[in-house]
């Protein structure tokens, strides 16, 4: 009997040690980077070929698909906090090895204008803020920066939040009051420039806002 005793409780202690499951721990501990990037983005539209043909280009000015070719410029931004964009360009200078010979004197820079179409989530008057929304409104540019887009809330965002159309004109005279009154003829004959082939570089610049 004590035997049997014995048997039976060596064999409750082992069923109670087969039914214990041992655990442990460990801990993995990560750390996320993020670090800020900002990209400005020409997706098309870089180069643009300008050109006064008729007495009423250089009197009423020049747009996109009639003188301005493309005429349209379509740009992206990339932003991990909010931002705003600036715009500058010198003075037109003629150039040499073009197809109507080097061009005299200078054009003045606001005779080129800019008006801007907001194609992404983030609009003008809602997160970002644009006064140059038509052709009537269009920016004549400066050599020094002047703000194209600026900050209303927040506008840090992907491609699909920050896309913008630029409308490129110039020469409009007294018809787009932000850029320079004298139509393309009243400059011409006053002897700021002749005719031929001009060139500038229009450029942009993205800046954080902290």
């Known amino acids: ?25 460990a801990q993995i501990i990560f750390r996320a980077h993020l670090l800020k ?33 493309p005429g349209t ?7 991990t906090g909010n931002w705003d964009l600036k715009i500058n360009a010198p003075d037109f200078v003629g150039y040499a090895g073009g197809p109507n010979g ?8 606001d005779n080129l204008g800019v008006w801007l179409v907001a194609t992404g989530t983030h609009q003008f008057g809602t997160e970002i803020s644009c006064p140059y929304t038509s052709l009537a409104t269009a920016l004549g540019l400066d050599i020094a920066d002047q703000q194209l887009i600026g900050l209303t809330t927040e506008n840090a965002g992907d491609v699909s939040d920050n896309a913008f159309t630029l409308h490129w004109q110039m020469g409009q005279g007294i018809a787009c009051p932000l850029m320079n ?12 420039f002749t005719p031929g082939d001009f060139t500038t570089t229009a ?8």
Do not use: H, W
Not at 203 to 210: F, Q, R
């Open 203 to 210: 450029v942009l610049t993205l800046t954080e806002i902290p």
């Open 73 to 79: 410029t379509n740009i992206t931004i990339e932003a």
């Open 1 to 25: 009997m004590k035997r049997f005793a014995l048997t039976l409780g060596l064999l409750v202690a082992m069923q109670v040690m087969m039914a214990q499951v041992l655990t442990d721990t």
């Open 102 to 109: 080097l061009g005299g004197g200078t054009i003045p820079i």
């Open 181 to 192: 009154p004298a139509t393309m003829f009243d400059q011409l004959s006053a002897g700021q």
């Open 37 to 69: 990037t900002f990209n400005l983005n020409v997706i098309n539209g870089g180069f643009q070929d300008i050109t006064f043909a008729t007495a009423a280009d250089y009197n009423n000015g020049v747009i996109e698909g009639a003188g301005v070719n």
